[in-house]
């Protein structure tokens, strides 16, 4: 089975923190996203990558930037963490066109 | 500009009875729709999909149907039992000449509960 691996279930930051999400896939797929979920928002997309060192904007990706040294590793990074970045944080990842796998989330509290 | 939109927030079944979920989106180019099940404090997990050359796909309890003319897909789930109790979101990806053919574009979520 895929997995995708995210490093914290839960984190509190304070306001102006720089806040690294990492995450992790063992099935060497090309494609990773990150995701925020928010209560009436749905999932919307931040940031993907769909090779190493290649990245690209997604719906919300103001506050966010994002970093893919390794093809198994893709970084969320909040340069100066604000309250309305407290959010449900999903990554996944996926090769060509086949069904998204999602790790289990970051529940960021930005305080 | 949501693309994909699931009207109905919450929606409350009794156990054994059938569950519909709808979902409707605006962009044409969108060929594959897939469907989300997710727990709380869990990540979504796959549940199931279907082409835009198809209608209607099935697996075990759960079914999806879709009206490409209307842009309207919808899950159904016979019979529903407690553990369906989730948020079920669906999502839609473009056809392989969009850019980026395999990012998902996903609706606001229906919370399912069913009850004993």
């Known amino acids: 089975d895929v997995k995708v691996t995210q490093s914290s279930r839960y984190l509190v930051k304070r306001t102006g923190e720089k806040v690294f999400l990492e995450c992790v896939q063992d099935m060497d797929h090309e494609n990773m996203f990150w995701y925020r979920q928010d209560p009436g928002l749905g999932l919307r997309l931040i940031y993907f990558?769909?090779?190493?060192?290649?990245?690209e904007k997604g719906d919300i990706p103001e506050g966010y930037s994002v970093s893919r040294e390794k093809k198994e590793r893709f970084s969320l990074i909040l340069e100066s963490a604000s309250t309305n970045q407290t959010s449900m944080y999903l990554c996944?990842?996926?090769?060509?066109?086949?069904?998204?796998?999602f790790g289990s989330g970051t529940q960021l509290s930005v305080l | 500009d949501q693309q994909v939109k699931q009207n109905s927030p919450s929606l409350s079944v009794q156990e054994g009875r059938i569950s519909i979920l709808n979902c409707d989106y605006t962009n044409s180019m969108f060929d594959y729709f897939l469907w989300y099940k997710k727990y709380p404090a869990e990540g979504p997990t796959f549940l199931i999909s279907i082409s835009s050359i198809k209608d209607k796909n099935e697996d075990g309890r759960f079914t999806v149907f879709l009206n490409k003319s209307a842009k309207h897909l919808s899950l159904h789930i016979v019979p529903s039992q407690p553990g369906d109790s989730a948020v079920y979101f669906c999502?839609?990806?473009?056809?392989?000449?969009?850019?980026?053919?395999?990012?998902?574009?996903f609706g606001t979520g229906t919370r399912l509960q069913v009850t004993l």
């Open positions: 996944a990842s996926v090769s060509g066109r086949e069904k998204l796998f």
């Open positions: 990558s769909y090779d190493v060192k290649m990245k």
């Open positions: 999502a839609a990806r473009g056809d392989r000449y969009t850019g980026t053919a395999s990012k998902l574009t």
